[in-house]
């Protein structure tokens, strides 16, 4: 084996150089040369990575790329060297944002004891990163003709997954990002910690066979739970929230909360704590991510004696240090660093009895004990629209809760015969999108009733027509009852948006456009009622769950119609802070549609149906940012 030459460089804006002296000196004599900033006074782009990846000297094996603020462990080159040994041919990450889905893939390692875990699909965390030679010497070309803007731990994640390269975060994570202001614009991200630090990591040895390469991340991060999950078969990833990863995990919901109202009770002082510094909510959520991250911590721990794990992890100072950062880097985003530590402990004490609870949640669904969860669907749905795409994240979602769901992709010459074909089916769900809505109303009507039509000859006994588009028009009617004739759920909720939604989208486009730092620009002062696909998923599922399908006709546009202009702004908050420009009308003149508002002015009749979005538009247009940044195939 050829021995390991590593060589290490500090990118440094000069703003920072004492920080990074301070950094050099820290570190084993010799080891780090400096890469400046070649353009300090410009935005920060790439342009330092490429200089730092590109100065691997010709004598190194392997090449090290540490931000300025990196703080290392002690013996943090020779750790360095001995895991470039033992994965000569990785990339190894040590360092993991304590919110982000690589951190809580540190934490499944913690639980389950490994040395290190392969990355999640995000960005690569670039805080401290060692590449092999050649690899590192490969990052300045890709970068030039495919880094479009993107920031570089997000060119990186793309330049490796072109390469081929895997990446590697060793468990604990070996340094600490230090708390200095953003030079890249990202202190609207809160406080930057790692997931599970180890100050010095000791002699326990670099083995490959000691990882873990998990299928689905749990992690915290805004406040809510969510899980990346690596779908079998299929090559993708998507990150969904709890109301999805629950039931396609098998966790019992029910128990779950019931569980969280137990901890709280028994113990008066932490519900107090708890309920006086975090909404409802937000404990709820960090409650779903710490069970969650239990059930498979007992999955990837092992052993059949649960009780016997929980109390290996109580006794392991790095666990405790893991599951202590979930709670603090979940709401990062929300609270002052000095009020994070303040709540730490609290934090901590209800995320340890959430993972223990998980855990025993998973122990017992293997020994086959009955649950208290959902009862499981017995229905088979089709989702019929002109919009594929839409179709198909309908579909994806509700196979993950259980249901037996397909997609079916309208074309006006083949709607008859295509829905006439589905057999077999129990609901038909057919989404009205835009497109569809821009027809003339007796083209709508008539397009609703051959649907209505070939269902009865197809023998659904219900159907569930959804308007996703921006009309106010009334549905059309049936006229005289026919018999055998379906029941029919008429929903108007507005304009679909969300993650796994491809084709024209001004959410799309603007969200795309603020991940890279462009202006945003406004030609239209176009309004939409939004509705999140998840939202509009949560309803089906509730539907489809009632067991006695009824006639109704329901207006369930929860919120007034977003224009451009609030929407812009709420991206800009959320995504990244960026410029705006408007080529319509004189910023501040908003104008209205008075039958929008008014359609609004009392609120929507709910008809039965306790149903309410659990999206709101900030949450929401997170979860496109971070599915166009990390997982979509296309990005635009």
């Not at 959520?285 to 059930?295: I, K, P, Q, T």
């Not at 029941?487 to 507005?494: C, D, F, I, P, Q």
């Not at 420009?581 to 209205?592: I, K, M, Q, R, S």
């Amino acid at each position: 084996m050829t021995p390991i030459r590593l060589s290490g460089a500090v990118m440094v804006h000069p703003r920072r150089m004492e920080a990074a002296l301070g950094l050099v000196r820290s570190a084993r004599r010799g080891f780090l040369d400096i890469v400046l900033d070649p353009e300090p006074e410009a935005p920060v782009s790439l342009r330092t990575a490429m200089r730092a990846w590109a100065s691997v000297p010709r004598w190194a094996t392997h090449h090290l790329v540490l931000e300025d603020d990196a703080q290392l462990s002690s013996g943090f080159a020779e750790q360095a060297e001995r895991a470039a040994t033992a994965a000569p041919d990785d990339a190894i990450a040590f360092y993991s944002n304590w919110n982000a889905r690589n951190g809580g893939a540190v934490r499944l390692g913690a639980l389950a004891g490994a040395r290190w875990v392969t990355s999640a699909a995000e960005y690569t965390p670039t805080v401290a990163l060692m590449l092999p030679a050649d690899i590192a010497e490969g990052f300045a070309p890709y970068a030039r003709r495919h880094g479009d803007e993107w920031p570089d731990d997000v060119v990186m994640a793309r330049y490796l997954g072109h390469a081929g390269v895997r990446t590697l975060i060793a468990v604990p994570n070996l340094v600490q990002h230090g708390d200095l202001p953003s030079l890249s614009g990202n202190d609207f991200h809160g406080l930057r910690l790692a997931a599970c630090l180890a100050p010095d990591p000791g002699d326990r040895p670099w083995c490959l066979s000691d990882l873990v390469d998990p299928a689905v991340v749990p992690y915290f991060e805004f406040g809510v739970a969510q899980c990346q999950i690596t779908y079998p078969g299929q090559g993708r990833r998507l990150t969904v929230g709890s109301r999805r990863f629950a039931p396609y995990l098998g966790i019992d919901t029910v128990r779950c909360s019931t569980e969280l109202v137990q901890a709280l009770t028994s113990d008066p002082g932490l519900a107090h704590s708890i309920s006086s510094a975090l909404p409802s909510r937000t404990v709820e959520e960090l409650w779903n991510a710490a069970y969650v991250l239990g059930f498979l911590g007992q999955r990837h721990g092992g052993g059949d004696d649960v009780e016997k794990q929980i109390a290996t992890w109580r006794s392991d100072p790095l666990v405790d240090s893991a599951l202590h950062t979930l709670g603090p880097g979940g709401l990062c985003t929300s609270f002052a660093g000095q009020d994070l530590f303040r709540l730490s402990g609290t934090l901590g004490e209800l995320t340890w009895r959430g993972v223990c609870a998980g855990a025993r949640m998973r122990a017992d669904t293997q020994r086959g004990q009955r649950t208290t969860g959902r009862k499981q669907p017995s229905l088979t749905v089709s989702i019929a629209s002109t919009n594929p795409s839409l179709a198909h994240c309908l579909v994806n979602d509700l196979t993950d809760r259980g249901h037996q769901a397909r997609g079916v992709f309208l074309e006006d010459e083949e709607v008859g015969g295509t829905i006439s074909s589905l057999g077999g089916t129990d609901v038909l769900v057919y989404a009205l999108c835009s497109a569809d809505a821009s027809d003339p109303p007796l083209s709508r009507a008539q397009r609703c009733e051959e649907v209505l039509s070939h269902a009865r000859s197809a023998s659904i006994g219900h159907v569930v027509l959804m308007d996703l588009s921006e009309g106010n028009a009334d549905w059309p009617t049936s006229g005289e009852p026919v018999p055998d004739s379906p029941a029919v759920t008429w929903l108007r909720l507005g304009t679909p948006y969300g993650p796994e939604l491809t084709g024209p989208s001004p959410i799309n486009s603007l969200v795309h456009r603020a991940l890279r730092r462009q202006t945003l620009v406004l030609g239209s002062e176009a309004r939409f009622h939004l509705v999140h696909v998840w939202d509009i998923a949560e309803l089906l599922d509730q539907l489809l769950r009632s067991g006695s399908p009824t006639s109704a006709r329901c207006d369930l546009r929860h919120s007034r119609p977003v224009g451009l202009r609030d929407l812009a702004s709420v991206i800009g908050e959320v995504v990244h802070p960026v410029d705006t420009v408007f080529t319509c009308e004189a910023p501040g003149d908003h104008p209205t549609d008075p039958d929008a508002e008014a359609s609004d002015a009392t609120g929507p009749p709910q008809h039965g149906l306790a149903w309410a979005p659990a999206l709101d538009l900030p949450e929401g247009i997170r979860t496109v940012a971070q599915w166009l940044a990390y997982e979509a195939e296309d990005r635009q």
